[in-house]
């Protein structure tokens, strides 16, 4: 299957700095790639969706100033944790689209944990 | 709003059982995806259904989706405790371009 790379893995910050999360997918091009967040024990939410060379579409409840994210190439896109505080402390997987044959899969990343202290 | 209802959300058995996971909405599914995710990893996809009736098969796990394209179930045949993990089912709804996840079935398999 196709492969998503994520970096870094873990990530610690402290209150109120910047943290940027990258997402590339190593062996196709993806136009699409997806930001989910995932809390202890539940599924995975989606946060918003990535479209190289366009601007992201947030899901509901989602602060995109908060929030930003660039797609700037077919392989690679990054999410940028602005101001982090603790409640944005969480496990951060991102997805990329590949369409074969008319079907549509999204394989994931391995994920970031992400600490805010 | 598009629901996805997967059960159970816990199931937990011993080695050489069989399991089944139910994954079901009231709308039609272009296409279904059964992943496994283990804890501090990204989900793995194992399978993509996409025609009705459809059957696919991975080693012991047996994967169906529903005649409507409204359901798809997960079957673990003598199952081991490296089949442990949270699994999840998410569909792409007719007409729309998210994948919607179901609530997860935390799977353990006790030795």
């Known amino acids: 299957g196709a492969v998503v790379s994520q970096h870094p893995s873990r990530v610690i910050c402290k209150s109120g700095t910047s943290v940027k999360i990258e997402c590339r997918s190593l062996d196709f091009q993806a136009t699409t790639m997806f930001w989910y967040r995932q809390f202890p024990k539940q599924s995975l939410m989606l946060m918003a969706t990535s479209n190289e060379g366009s601007k992201a579409t947030y899901e509901q409840g989602v602060e995109k100033d908060k929030f930003l994210i660039n797609h700037a190439s077919l392989t690679l896109s990054t999410l940028t944790v602005t101001s982090a505080h603790p409640e944005d402390s969480s496990f951060y997987i991102c997805?990329?689209?590949?369409?074969?044959?008319?079907?549509?899969?999204?394989?994931f990343g391995p994920g970031t944990r992400l600490t805010v202290t | 709003t598009q629901l996805l209802e997967q059960s159970p959300q816990f199931l937990s058995i011993q080695e050489g059982e069989n399991l089944t996971v139910y994954c079901n909405s009231s709308s039609v599914f272009s296409s279904l995806q059964w992943y496994r995710q283990e804890p501090g990893e990204g989900p793995v996809l194992l399978v993509t259904v996409v025609t009705g009736g459809e059957v696919k098969k991975l080693k012991r796990l047996t994967f169906q989706f529903g005649d409507a394209r409204k359901d798809s179930s997960l079957h673990i045949t003598a199952a081991q405790p490296g089949d442990t993990g949270l699994y999840l089912c998410?569909?792409?709804?007719?007409?729309?371009?998210?994948?919607?996840f179901g609530q997860g079935t935390r799977l353990t398999i006790n030795p």
């Open positions: 998410a569909g792409f709804f007719q007409g729309a371009q998210k994948l919607v």
């Open positions: 997805s990329a689209e590949d369409r074969v044959d008319r079907i549509y899969e999204q394989y």
